[in-house]
């Protein structure tokens, strides 16, 4: 017995030396463990991974409210020296997401059999994956648990036999509002509404805000309700996890304006400062205020040209009413004349009458004079300038240009970006790179802080020559581009019908267009080049045409006013004119 124990020895010791070893195995911290007294070189000895699933995952409860805790339990698997749990949520389609808890999709646990999830928040269906493992790994497929609900407990209704204790009361008067409590709820929110004149219902600011909050309690006042109408309140209820919605309206009620005694006396010292001011400048209207009232109206007078008056608009009404003040200003008055004030006094029972007249004020202009332009004619791509003589009192000037239509009519164009162009106190400008060829013209205001003085004065006419450009002869059906006066292309067309007749006059190419189409009463034509010059009149490929030129035009295959040309000739023309390239059609 003794010689078969000495044999055994050398196993059992390699035996015991291994058991001690496994025992030693710390749970797992992220980093492989390193026995006492060995070198940090030698690898630690493995383990044989779990063979069996995890059993018996389960979470309890099955149902929390939100920021609450749940259990996560398993039996243990012999061999297994930590665990893995992983947090899964179920989407709205119905498939499950591994989510982040505490900064990670997973959470290593030592040689335990139950977790705490703690400050769930998040409201939903949820799940736990767990695996057992060692250092040699993890078991896999990991076994999930039962499935557990996250709930947010919002009270479960609106407040009920919500009530006001007045249906009627006088501006300036309160009214409380009750309800029944709602279980649950530790809060409730009031939002005031009224009634608009089309029946519809505003929420409205009481107290600087949209809505007021209270506490645990079952009825709030509300005073100082002075703004005549309709009203109702909106109230809900509400925890710590937020509000229940909808919430539920009151019963309606009424304020009705407060009955005042019509002023007896009429407004004093209405008096009008300063008496003259320049166009676009302002005024101050101010009178002694009245006992008794709680408004001001005001109209505008003008004097006529038969010294007659007429109450003019201002602000686009006939008059203006104010709250309870003693003085308003009028801003950017610009039409020249005498004009006086009409204040009355009042308040919720109507207007103290007659009203009483202000002082005579005037608004002056000053008119620019002198006003030219350095030439009557100038090349395309030239300059011009505009002087005038400087007004007393003006401080700045402002010019608007203005190209004349083929119907006679002017338009004022941008130049530089703009409609207009301000300038200091100065007595002329200079325009360049003036390339439009047509006839001009330029409007000039003068102005100081308190606006401009208008109406403003035109320039003599002066018109842009250019020696490039697209004529159009009608007479002729030809089309011929002049580049410095020496024709580069030229075309047979067809121009409009004598119905729909091209459009005379000087003009100039505003765009050019690929591949579009033509829109008009009874078509929807495609082209390849389009060169509009006047509105919808421009120029045009016609595949549709059989033949250019002659007198097709008066033949019945005129166009709807456009000028058509061959595909080849429109495509020739469209890759040398460019935008502002002058068009001249004439007879």
Request: proline fraction near 5%.
């Amino acid at each position: 017995m003794l010689r078969r124990l000495k044999c055994a020895m050398p196993f059992l010791s390699t035996l015991l030396a291994f058991c001690l070893l496994a025992t030693a195995v710390p749970a797992f911290t992220g980093a492989a463990s390193v026995p006492s007294g060995a070198s940090p070189d030698t690898p630690p000895v493995a383990s044989v991974l779990p063979t069996t699933p995890l059993t018996n995952v389960k979470v309890t409860p099955s149902s929390i409210a939100a920021g609450g805790s749940i259990t996560v339990s398993w039996t243990q698997v012999v061999g297994s020296t930590r665990y893995r749990i992983r947090l899964y949520r179920q989407n709205p389609d119905k498939s499950w997401t591994n989510i982040v808890y505490n900064g990670s999709q997973y959470s290593d646990y030592g040689n335990v059999s139950s977790v705490t999830l703690k400050n769930l928040t998040w409201e939903g269906a949820y799940k736990i994956l767990a695996y057992s493992g060692n250092n040699s790994g993890w078991y896999t497929p990991g076994t999930y648990s039962n499935v557990y609900e996250v709930t947010s407990p919002l009270p479960p209704s609106a407040p009920t036999n919500i009530k006001t204790s007045v249906k009627a009361l006088t501006s300036g008067g309160s009214n409380t509002v009750s309800w029944a409590k709602v279980p649950g709820a530790t809060k409730y929110r009031i939002r005031l509404f009224r009634q608009n004149t089309n029946g519809t219902w505003s929420n409205i600011t009481y107290g600087g805000a949209l809505y007021k909050d209270y506490g645990d309690v079952s009825s709030a006042i509300y005073t100082g309700l002075t703004w005549a109408g309709a009203y109702k309140f909106y109230i809900y209820a509400g925890n710590a996890f937020g509000w229940y919605e909808p919430g539920a309206y009151s019963n309606t009620y009424t304020v009705a304006p407060a009955v005042l005694a019509l002023p007896t006396t009429p407004l004093t010292n209405v008096k009008v400062t300063p008496s003259s001011i320049a166009a676009g400048g302002s005024i101050t209207v101010s009178w002694t205020q009245v006992v008794g009232s709680t408004r001001y109206r005001i109209r505008l007078y003008r004097q006529n040209p038969d010294k007659s008056w007429t109450n003019i608009v201002y602000s686009g009404s006939q008059y203006s009413d104010y709250g309870n003040v003693s003085s308003v200003t009028l801003k950017n008055l610009t039409w020249g004349g005498a004009y006086k004030i009409l204040a009355y006094s009042g308040n919720n029972s109507g207007w103290y009458t007659p009203g009483t007249y202000s002082n005579v004020y005037y608004v002056t202009t000053s008119t620019l004079t002198d006003v030219k332009t350095s030439a009557t004619s100038i090349a395309s791509g030239g300059s011009i300038t505009a002087s005038w003589t400087k007004v007393t009192g003006a401080t700045k000037y402002r010019i608007r240009l203005y190209r004349q239509n083929a119907n006679g009519t002017w338009t004022n164009i941008s130049f530089g970006g703009s409609t207009y162009t301000d300038y200091g106190n100065v007595s002329y400008a200079t325009l360049s790179g003036l390339t439009w060829a047509g006839t001009y013209k330029i409007l000039v205001y003068s102005g100081n802080g308190s606006g401009w003085v208008v109406p403003g004065t035109y320039t003599n006419t002066y018109t842009v020559v250019s020696k490039t450009y697209v004529d159009v002869d009608i007479s002729e059906q030809t089309l011929r581009y002049y580049v410095n006066g020496q024709v580069v292309l030229s075309s047979p067309v067809v121009t409009g019908r004598p119905s729909m007749p091209t459009v005379q006059g000087t003009f100039a190419i505003y765009a050019k267009t690929r591949n579009t189409y033509l829109d008009g009463p009874g078509y929807h034509t495609f082209v390849s080049y389009w060169m509009p010059f006047y509105g919808g009149y421009g120029l045009h490929d016609a595949t549709w045409q059989a033949a250019f030129g002659g007198q097709r035009y008066l033949q019945g295959y005129g166009s709807h006013g456009c000028v058509n040309m061959p595909l080849d000739k429109a495509r020739t023309l469209y890759g040398m004119v460019s935008v502002g390239t002058v068009v001249k059609v004439h007879q």
